[in-house]
């Protein structure tokens, strides 16, 4: 009987496990949500070559992208953190952690911003996530999957903002 050989995944072998329309919609060959407008994204990732390619794709799509790399680029933006209509946020960054910063601006901003959540690595399922987070996705899934999420999010927060200016004039009416 012959050995089996201990198979490792690799991004390009998931990949090549992916449905063609699944496949052409993450790296970018397909469908892409488009939403009504598109939205002002923060992103804060302490990788370089992340913030860059996802920056590129959304400008080729039509949104903003303010890209944070560091904690002192992060602070100075504090002031228009309001301004944002999603944001982007890397679990694992090298001066704090995602779910502190997205604690940290739920406490600090005028407005509930929905945050999108990126690692390299599986998410902590037993952690307490901020309310404001509204999905986590992997990396590897590439920068239209991410950028799929941050529209959706957004959709999602003006539908319920919608939500609430409606509940709001029947209950001044």
């Known amino acids: ?14 990949y090549r496990g992916l449905e063609n329309s699944k496949r052409s919609m993450l790296y970018g060959g ?3 949500f488009k939403p009504s407008s ?14 860059k390619i996802v920056s590129r794709s959304a400008h080729q799509l039509g949104a903003s992208v303010t890209y944070c790399e560091n904690i002192t680029d992060f602070g100075k933006l504090s002031d228009s953190w ?3 209509d999603v944001a ?14 997205v604690d940290y601006m739920e406490h600090y901003t005028k ?7 990126v690692s390299q690595t599986k998410q902590d399922k037993k952690k307490r996530w901020p309310t404001t987070i509204r999905e986590f996705i992997h990396k590897k899934l590439g920068p239209f999957a991410v950028l799929n999420a941050a529209f959706e999010a957004y959709e999602i927060s003006k ?3 919608d939500m609430e200016l409606t509940n709001k004039k029947k209950i001044l009416n």
């Open 88 to 101: 982007v946020i890397d679990c694992n960054l090298g001066f704090t952690n995602g779910y502190e910063l």
């Open 82 to 84: 309001n301004d944002f």
């Open 38 to 51: 598109y939205p002002r994204i923060l992103l804060v990732d302490d990788d370089p070559i992340f913030g």
């Open 111 to 117: 407005k509930s911003i929905p945050v999108v959540l």
């Open 1 to 14: 009987m012959p050995k089996t050989q201990k198979t490792i995944e690799t991004p390009m072998s998931m």
């Open 30 to 32: 397909g469908d892409v």
């Open 159 to 161: 539908i319920y903002e």
